[in-house]
């Protein structure tokens, strides 16, 4: 079979493989579908610190059973599946707690283990362990099921930073997150929601699609003195930064309104994170900052119920599909913002 394996920054081959074979309480699947997104393109480039190369990568999983190790009961082959990306242990205090997305031992597909840009590959077992395969629904293809897991984040994100009924939101960063973000805020119940991005091709792309209440080109105006004239000086309800830059996160203190919440749901980079806070802003406007950080697997049965029920269309997101051959030319899509959303079909 054929595997995109990253070896070293700037080195992923096409290479030859054997097939995998289950071991005891293990799936083995054919990919279907495997989503890219901006990790993969950090990864291709930097590398990161929990890859041990070789390693193949591919995270956003979907595909079909083809084999079941000893011990996965309820499982066959022909068996429609979407597998979590990050694998929580279960049994440490955080998860204990319920808070899998923090969990102190957490590890991931396409790091810790292999992962689906390759035309098989094997669910661990501890992957079966949390909970962490997903049937996917009747209707749903497996290019959108490979969409549930970046949509299993932004639920996450925005269960955090409590998105519900007449809220106004602000979203800034109209790729693939962005676009996620302002439908799971629609299908919460936000009152309005507007995106806010700087690169105007991207923000048309994304508004055409999506469709925001206003789409503000931050190059152009104040998406501060925007957001706070669209909302009658009052502000926004929540802010989610989906953008990894500081500005963002920055501004958002300045176009919370009383009470807001605001989510920094995209990382800055590990060499440059600190941002400058006003503390009388939050102290006295009561305003909540909160962090996002993946999902768990309950995020992502909740995120492939939303797919399947058509509460959060995804169909249309994926602008993109191509081959694992060209699986360097789906990384620069992604890295040239030239797509929303780019699967590769083993």
Not at 32 to 48: A, L, P, Q, Y
Not at 87 to 102: F, H, K
Not at 122 to 137: M, T
Request: hydrophobic share 40%; net charge negative.
């Amino acid at each position: 079979m054929k595997v995109a394996r990253f070896h070293a920054p700037g080195d992923i081959r096409l290479e030859e493989a054997p097939e995998p074979e289950p071991g005891p309480e293990e799936l083995k699947l054919r990919v279907r579908n495997c989503s890219t997104c901006g990790t993969d393109v950090k990864i291709s480039r930097f590398g990161h610190h929990h890859i041990v190369p070789p390693r193949v990568m591919g995270h956003e999983i979907a595909g079909e059973v083809v084999a079941a190790g000893a011990g996965t009961e309820g499982w066959a082959p022909g068996d429609r599946v979407q597998v979590i990306a990050a694998i929580p242990c279960g049994t440490c205090a955080e998860c204990r707690r319920g808070r899998m997305t923090v969990c102190s031992r957490q590890e991931s597909m396409g790091y810790h283990y292999d992962g689906a840009f390759a035309e098989y590959m094997i669910v661990p077992a501890k992957v079966l362990a949390v909970a962490g395969v997903n049937r996917i629904p009747e209707g749903v293809s497996f290019a959108e099921a490979s969409v549930a897991e970046p949509l299993a984040c932004v639920l996450n994100g925005q269960e955090l930073a409590r998105v519900g009924e007449g809220d106004d939101v602000v979203v800034f960063g109209s790729g693939p997150i962005g676009c996620l973000h302002v439908r799971v805020a629609r299908a919460r119940g936000a009152a309005r929601v507007f995106l806010i991005e700087l690169n105007a091709d991207r923000l048309h792309r994304a508004s055409e699609l999506v469709k925001p209440d206003a789409a503000i080109l931050a190059g152009d105006t104040d998406p501060i003195e925007a957001v706070r004239g669209l909302t009658g000086g009052r502000g926004a309800d929540v802010i989610i930064t989906a953008a990894a830059a500081h500005t963002p996160q920055q501004q958002a203190q300045w176009m919370a309104a009383p009470g807001g919440r605001i989510s920094f749901f995209g990382g800055l980079p590990k060499n440059d994170p600190v941002i400058s806070c006003d503390s009388n802003q939050v102290h006295y406007r009561e305003l909540s900052i909160v962090g996002a950080n993946g999902s768990s697997p309950a995020h992502n049965a909740r995120a492939l119920e939303l797919i399947g029920s058509g509460e959060v269309p995804v169909h249309d997101l994926v602008t993109h599909r191509v081959p694992l051959a060209d699986v360097h030319r789906a990384l620069d899509l992604v890295a040239r913002g030239e797509a929303i959303k780019v699967t590769v079909e083993p």
